[in-house]
């Protein structure tokens, strides 16, 4: 079936608003996504029949663990066929990094060991790395951008170690839009025997993704970057080291028996998931993924390709504007400066026409410093954005521009 961006679009309510008298160009899906009606639908009914999971007999709350865990079947098709079990519901990617350097690291990484990460990571991405390595005395490793903002595979492969026991890298930059070779990188990281983590938030929701092909060990996306709603995420990793890692917070539901001075811990990934889960968020995530997949994500990709073309021409042509970030594999988002004016004040000046576009540093502040900026203007692309709306802000940054005063 061919991808009808119309019929996407009328599913959904966002899209209806009116921002300024005119019609909303939503225009920041990397920062968060619009949810189509299936979503809100599916919250809507798992609140009006509230009832947590894993624990009841009765009706509603078996009604519940079902929709629950079916997001788990729809999260481990859409990884590319993992097993159910390897699929742990978290917060978000940030708390997906936080368990993994909490438990992992902190049983892998020791003093002087290594930890590689690249420059182009969200600070969610890398802080916890600092973290842990500041933690167990051992040494952060930073693969360094080219000037085209991609990640050398070189210098990486350089940096990788007999010490390296952990690899942490960005599926794609939320600052640039920059697609990591992924796969050539954990090859690299698995033949000095360390561990892959691929912060997957950004490329979740613009393509397909298959966990074994890239050959990482965890990958980690939020809900609501990929049409779902906030609050919930995913950690998928391979069964053999859930297996391994001691849980990370304690309680109820991650407990196998529980003696009045001690306990012991379920399997993966229940083991992960102590207390009361986001259940409305994970069945809401479930629609938002049987969503996705219903689109398909290769024809997702598809679109996601045309929208970045067109941007790169229609943008190339406003003056002043300069490109941050020009890897060749890229998903559907242009990070852009313009001359004499502040990335600020071009999100003020297209948001009075309606359109949202992220202005500032990103949570990459290691990416401005590599460009020596302090913020960039960035339009991300959703499925339901059309090549209209990116002409829509070529025009509005025109005329941006000459309201502030410069000429050209
Ligand atoms: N990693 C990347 C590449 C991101 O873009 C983001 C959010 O913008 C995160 C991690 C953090 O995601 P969350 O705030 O949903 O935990």
Known sequence: MAFDVSTVRAQFPALRRRVHGRPLVWLDAASTSQKPQVVLDAVLHAMEGAANVHRGVHTLSVEATSAFEATRDSVATLLGGVARDEVVFV????????????????????????????????????????????????????????????????????????????????????????????????????????????????????????????????????????????????????RALLDSMPPWQSGGDMVAEVERTSATWREPPHRFEAGTPDVTGVIGLGAAVDWFQSLGPAAVADHDQRLLRHAMARLADVPGLRFIGEASARIGLVSFVMDDVHAHDLGSAVDREGMAIRTGHHCAQPVMAHFGLSATARASFSAFTTTDELDLLASALVRARRSLGLAR
């Open 91 to 238: 917060r978000g990617t940030t708390e997906a990094v936080n368990l993994v350097a909490q438990t992992l690291g902190r049983a892998r990484v020791g003093q002087g060991d290594e930890v590689l990460v690249t420059q182009l990571e969200h600070h969610s991405n890398l802080v916890p790395w600092q973290q842990l390595c500041a933690e167990r005395g051992a040494t952060l490793r930073t693969a360094p951008l080219d000037e085209l903002g991609q990640v050398d595979l070189a210098a990486f492969t350089a940096l990788v170690t007999e010490r390296t026991r952990l690899v942490a890298v960005a599926h794609a930059s939320n600052a640039l839009g920059t697609v990591l070779p992924v796969r050539a990188m954990a090859d690299v990281a698995h033949a000095v025997g360390a561990v892959l983590f691929v912060d997957g938030a950004q490329a979740i929701a613009h393509g397909p993704v298959d966990v074994n092909a890239l050959g990482c060990d965890f990958y980690a996306f939020s809900s609501h970057k990929l049409y779902g709603p906030t609050g919930v995420g995913v950690l998928w990793g391979r």
